[in-house]
């Protein structure tokens, strides 16, 4: 059974960074892209960004482009979310997900969900 | 970027009632999209992928339909497990964005 499990809880001061790890077990690390999506409290989702370990590229979302880094250690099957220049804003709890993809017939890594999440991690940003 | 609009904001419903939940695209996304159920507290969970595939392990009361830009869920008997909310998201292209949501009560 594949699980995705992220570090703890967080406090953070505006201007500073997290980083925020997901270690995945179960399955084969390397053949999944994983995602980053977080909820501000009482608000919806949103996508920050991926990582595709097999091809290895990162993908982002422009609203935080030049914020967020997403990296992947293969050697502990485990990927990280650093977003720099915190702000109030930013408080949140930041969920990592996998792709649930298949290839095409013309080779192509298609995702079509996310199927396995993290427990998420709550991010506060205080001064 | 594409935006994903779904209604209602918040729908109130019995047990045995069937609802549906629609999700628009502001743009062409194929069948690009898929549903979640969030609880209070616990992280997302697949419901349906590629518009009308359901995911494993799934209660088939749960479909889904439509393609393009008009997307649809319905829950056809409710039951007491289903009262949270739901989300549609599409998988067209980067940035991955989601509807705004529907929380779905009970009456």
Redesign the interface.
Same mark, same amino acid.
């Given at each position: 059974q594949v699980q995705l499990v992220q570090s703890g809880a967080e406090v953070k001061k505006p201007g500073s960074s997290v980083k925020v790890s997901c270690k995945a077990s179960g399955d084969t690390f390397s053949s999944y892209a994983i995602?980053w999506?977080r909820q501000a409290p009482g608000q @919806?989702?949103?996508?920050m960004g991926g990582i595709k370990s097999i091809f290895g590229t990162a %993908?982002y979302?422009?609203?935080f482009q030049g914020r967020v880094t997403i990296i992947t250690d293969e050697s502990t099957s485990t990927v990280y979310m650093e977003l720099s220049s915190l702000r109030s804003e930013d408080t949140a709890i930041y969920?990592c997900?996998r792709d649930?993809h298949y290839y095409d017939s013309d080779g192509n890594y298609v995702?079509?969900?996310? %199927?396995i999440?993290?427990? @998420?991690t709550m991010v506060t940003v205080s001064s | 970027d594409i935006q994903m609009t779904q209604s209602p904001s918040t729908l109130s419903a019995s047990v045995g009632d069937r609802v549906t939940i629609t999700c628009r695209a502001s743009q062409s996304i194929s069948s690009w999209l898929a549903w979640y159920q969030q609880k209070p507290g616990k992280a997302p969970k697949l419901l349906i992928y590629k518009a009308s595939s359901l995911q494993s392990g799934v209660p088939s009361r749960f479909s889904g339909s439509g393609s393009g830009t008009e997307f649809t869920l319905t829950i056809s008997s409710l039951q007491p497990d289903d009262f949270a909310t739901y989300y549609c998201q599409q998988y067209n292209g980067y940035p991955y964005s989601f509807g705004q949501g529907t929380k779905l009560e009970i009456k």
């Open positions: 995602s999506v @919806g989702l949103e996508w %993908d979302a422009q609203n969920y997900a649930f995702v079509v969900a996310f %199927d999440w993290g427990q @998420g | -």
